[in-house]
């Protein structure tokens, strides 16, 4: 257990919906990482957050967005659902930001399904 | 630009046989980072170790050992007397310490199977 939650485990909605997925990252950790794992795209970074800022942005679609609250959690909103879009969608942290030698704890993953 | 490959998608061995991973990485920058992480098939992914490119000795962990070679910009990891606990799908990892986000690069992985 690497101490990093993610929910929901699994999400089944259709095209064109909205949904949340939610992170909390180890106790003490103030970076929160997404990625995307797809069959063809393997594992993507999508955002970086520290301490509530946005830190770096990677493949991360315009209609995903993401945000860590004060409590240090975070979110990841993904609207406008297309089938491609069905994937794994991990959350990581890590004690700080700049870092990059910091090694990222994964949360084990929320599984997405659009239909 | 920076890359990960592992060339070996996937690798089918008998139970107590010992099995090597590849990972050839590309990069320009002197100072980088470099990780194996482990996907069972429960779907997490679990960190089993870093490196820093200015340390090349080789390491070794229970059952697990890396070789790291700047030389051949190389990062394997093996695996001796294998066991089906082993049995995940396994990512080699850079990450580049002036690069402006701390991303992971991954390589596509390489599924490994243990036959009893």
């Known amino acids: 257990d690497s101490g990093v939650t993610q929910t929901p485990k699994h999400l089944i909605t259709a095209t064109g919906q909205r949904v949340t997925l939610r992170c909390s990252p180890r106790s003490g950790d103030l970076s929160v990482y997404w990625y995307q794992q797809s069959l063809d795209q393997g594992l993507q970074f999508l955002i970086q957050?520290?301490?509530?800022?946005?830190?770096a942005k990677g493949n991360i679609l315009e209609r995903f967005s993401a945000q860590q609250f004060p409590d240090l959690h975070s979110e990841l909103n993904l609207s406008s659902l297309e089938l491609g879009d069905s994937a794994l969608y991990f959350c990581?942290?890590?004690?700080?930001?700049?870092?990059?030698?910091?090694?990222?704890?994964f949360g084990p993953g929320t599984r997405l399904l659009v239909l | 630009a920076q890359k990960v490959t592992q060339a070996q998608t996937e690798i089918s061995v008998v139970e107590k046989e010992d099995v090597t991973l590849d990972c050839v990485y590309e990069t320009r920058d002197t100072t980088y980072y470099l990780f194996w992480y482990k996907q069972p098939p429960s779907g997490e992914l679990v960190f089993l170790i870093r490196?820093?490119?200015?340390?090349?000795q080789n390491e070794i962990s229970g059952r697990y050992s890396w070789n790291f070679q700047k030389s051949t910009s190389s990062f394997n990891f093996t695996i001796t007397a294998s066991q089906v606990v082993d049995s995940a799908v396994y990512f080699c990892a850079l990450t580049l310490k002036y690069s402006s986000a701390s991303k992971i690069i991954f390589g596509s992985g390489t599924r490994l199977s243990i036959r009893p």
């Open positions: 957050y520290y301490n509530g800022e946005e830190r």
């Open positions: 490196r820093n490119s200015f340390d090349e």
């Open positions: 990581a942290s890590s004690e700080r930001t700049s870092g990059p030698g910091e090694t990222q704890y």
